[in-house]
């Protein structure tokens, strides 16, 4: 199984970003897929979490700015990123857990991308 983080980049605080997460190997559509992300110095904490019939849940300061969604037919998730602030500079990665369900929880992925890196400028 792998899993292909990309569309991060350098953006100005208010711009957007969409990120994208192919993965192949596997049967994507049966799966759970979430983002975390991890700022220098700090722990690797949950974004966002999508499950098999697309249902999704947001950490708190994300929700209203970011949204999930997956395309089952390219076994692709996106992470469409909108009113960015300085605090969301991080490398975002994506991650997919072998049941269909949503968790929050880091240590129930099963597999994770190489990451990609956000920074928003004040």
Known sequence: VQLQASGGGLVQAGGSLRLSCAASGITFSSYGMAWF??????????V??????????????????????????????????????????????CALRRRGLISTTRSEYDYWGQGTQVTVSS
């Open 37 to 46: 992300r991890q700022a220098p110095g700090k722990e690797r904490d949950f």
């Open 48 to 93: 966002a979490a999508i499950s098999w019939a697309g249902g999704t849940t947001y950490y708190g300061s994300v929700k209203g700015r970011f949204t999930m969604s997956r395309d089952n037919a390219k076994n692709t998730v996106f992470l469409q990123m909108n009113s960015l602030k300085a605090e969301d500079t991080a490398v975002y990665y």
